[in-house]
């Protein structure tokens, strides 16, 4: 739900507790958006028995795949879905009218923005450009974690693809430190900053706790 840059961060925090391979983590964290097809219904387990979820489904996630969760990538890619489901609930609230518990529409001050994608971008870009000013966001340094990914079974990706994309993220982080724009200012950062937070303690509770995933 938050962007990639979010994402990759929340990874990367997350990974100061848990001391994984940072790649690993990283590559995990935003593959549920990188499929071959492109259909974040299967990739984010949201069709189970025909019966369709709007939020990311991570109880399913580790119902078929508890057992690759030993493989970091996995854990990234269960923090990419316990990142979507934190954020869909509080970014919702904020933007969207609700109906029977679900996002229904846009709340009128923000009726004028044409589609949810490009919502999300208008609100997210700001905050994403100060993360990569300020430097908070980490580069990839090993293409060849692509090699580790667990077998998804119909959940599929392209290698090249993927190395593209990695290739693609650090030239954009190396941008933004070239310029270092560190006076960048970020409409309601504070929110954004909370929102993140939230986030962050909300993943950590949860693999401590109902995983027993370590992270002291």
């Known amino acids: 739900m ?3 840059m979010i994402h990759i961060k929340i990874a990367c925090d997350i990974n100061k507790k848990l001391k994984l391979d940072n790649d690993a983590l990283m590559l995990g964290s935003v593959l549920p958006d990188l499929t071959n097809n ?4 299967l990739s984010h387990f949201q069709k189970i028995n025909d019966e369709y979820y709007r939020l990311a489904n991570y109880y399913q ?6 057992d690759t969760l030993n493989n970091p990538i996995s854990v990234g890619y269960l923090i990419h879905l316990l990142t979507d489901r934190y954020y869909s609930y509080r970014f919702y609230q904020k933007y969207f009218d609700f109906k029977d518990r679900r996002p229904d529409k846009l709340k009128k001050e ?4 044409a589609n949810l994608k490009h919502f999300k971008r208008q609100i997210y870009m700001p905050y994403d450009k100060y993360l990569l000013s300020h430097g908070y966001i980490e580069k990839f340094s090993n293409e060849n974690i692509i090699n580790q990914i667990p077998n998804y079974q119909e959940i599929t990706f ?3 693809f993927l190395k593209n994309y990695m290739q693609k993220h650090n030239k954009t982080v190396d941008k933004y430190l070239t310029e270092k724009n560190k ?15 939230g986030c962050l303690n909300y993943i950590l509770e949860y693999l401590k706790y109902e995983l027993n995933i370590p992270n002291e």
């Open 2 to 4: 938050p962007s990639h």
């Open 38 to 41: 492109r259909r974040h219904i």
């Open 61 to 66: 996630f580790i119902k078929e795949y508890k």
């Open 110 to 113: 923000y009726e004028h923005i």
């Open 158 to 160: 392209d290698k090249r």
């Open 183 to 197: 006076n960048l200012s970020v409409e309601n950062k504070e929110y954004f900053d909370d929102l993140y937070d």
